[in-house]
């Protein structure tokens, strides 16, 4: 029965890293598919290794419980309130559908599944050329490319470079095109956020930088090396030559300066400061369910009512930073709920980054490499605000567990 669910689960797999951020709708459907594979599969009481969906919850509840805690957070604050609307599920149930994705996954062989490996080169490429395109090469700063805003997708592009990257950990050394193919996906995902003239991304680079080299153990340290020297290099250059990098840095300056001194509070990094604050306030007023959702915007009203932000900063819908929203509209649940989606995957990857396997080992490095990119970009911005990103970080997620669980049985079985 396996080889029914095979070919579907394995087009899903792979188009939703490959053009979900590029082509609107294509990660929905992929996400919807998986989940609709997964009931099929449950019905024909099919055993993906040998494992039913019972068992594989047992094994791993904590990872389960933690995919789901957005959802659960939700529902906690609908039932205390009183207030309930299915729309605000949205993103938490495409992060949460990692329980049944995960299992029908587990359906697809270990070689199938590396190949996600060129599902990430291919969607740093195709957001390269579609953002070059959009921005006539770096001259405009549109808001939203195509159906995304323009941070969202740059940091997305970057961290599928990023994710590329380390894939080479399962190459073969001799494998020069492979490798630079994905060399070239990286660098395609740094020319983006240049593109984007995006400053969360760029606090994000040293960061993976530094990750990736500690990484990638199975390429000799003087290649490691060169490959981060010619970042490095190449990242110095852009910031000391191109313009628009640098009139973006200064006016982050001049930003904090203006902030600071009260002149003008209502710049592009002044607002951002506003909205931490204001979170903040809401939180510490509705420290156990939050504000909810729906009454955000209503919060920030009442914080500039008593001059606390100012009348600019209540027109934005979220709060630019994952875990101040989500204290800010969900309470201490919501607080734990975004900590546990971050952290509880980044645990179980990173106790494997030292296992003897070179397979389970970049698994394991992909996997929290994605925990950690979500992680910080979602200090300047939101990323489980947009639907499609949720299912990216399920999906992800779900493909780099299975890789170690099957890679562990067959050494296992060796």
Not at 135 to 144: A, K, Q, Y
Not at 250 to 270: F, H, I, P, Q, V
Not at 309 to 318: D, K, W
Request: charged share 15%.
């Amino acid at each position: 029965m396996s080889s029914y669910f095979k070919w579907p689960v394995f087009i899903a797999m792979m188009l939703f890293p490959a053009l979900s951020i590029s082509l609107h709708n294509v990660g929905n459907a992929c996400l919807f598919s998986l989940l609709l594979l997964a009931i099929v599969a449950a019905a024909c009481r099919y055993k993906p290794m040998g494992m039913s969906f019972g068992q594989l919850l047992k094994d791993y509840w904590p990872f389960h419980l933690a995919m789901v805690s957005l959802a659960l957070a939700v529902l906690l604050n609908q039932i205390l309130t009183g207030i309930f609307a299915v729309k605000y599920y949205d993103t938490a149930l495409r992060v949460a559908l990692f329980v049944p994705a995960i299992w029908v996954i587990l359906a697809l062989p270990l070689n199938y599944l590396k190949k996600i490996q060129w599902a990430f080169v291919v969607g740093a490429l195709v957001a390269v050329i579609k953002i070059y395109v959009i921005t006539e090469g770096g001259v405009l700063r549109p808001p939203n490319i195509g159906f995304l805003a323009t941070i969202p997708f740059s940091d997305m592009a970057l961290l599928f470079g990023i994710l590329a990257l380390i894939s080479i950990g399962w190459n073969e050394r001799d494998e020069k095109l492979a490798i630079g193919l994905k060399v070239l996906a990286c660098c395609a995902g740094i020319y983006v956020t240049i593109l984007s003239q995006t400053r969360g991304s760029w606090i994000a680079i040293p960061v993976f930088a530094i990750t990736a080299f500690m990484l990638l153990r199975n390429i000799r340290v003087r290649y490691r090396l060169a490959i981060l020297v010619l970042v490095l290099t190449t990242l110095g250059t852009v910031f000391t030559f191109s313009s628009a990098v640098q009139n973006r840095l200064a006016d982050a300056k001049t930003d904090m300066a203006l902030y600071a001194d009260r002149g003008n509070e209502d710049t592009s990094l002044g607002i951002r400061l506003q909205l931490w604050r204001a979170s903040w306030e809401l939180f510490k007023e509705h420290p156990l369910v939050g504000v909810g959702r729906e009454n955000f915007s209503d919060g920030l009203d009442d914080l500039s009512a008593r001059r606390i932000i100012t009348p600019m900063a209540t027109s934005f819908s979220h709060s630019h930073n994952e875990i101040l929203f989500n204290m800010a509209i969900l309470g201490v649940f919501g607080l734990l709920a975004i900590l546990s989606i971050y952290f509880v995957p980044g645990y179980y990857f990173i106790r494997e980054i030292r296992h003897p396997d070179g397979v389970v080992k970049t698994a394991a490095g992909m996997g929290l490499i994605l925990c950690l990119g979500f992680f910080v970009f979602g200090l300047t911005d939101m990323m489980f605000f947009w639907s499609v990103l949720g299912g990216v970080y399920s999906m992800s997620v779900a493909a780099f567990l299975a890789c170690i669980i099957k890679r562990k049985k067959e050494l296992k079985a060796a």
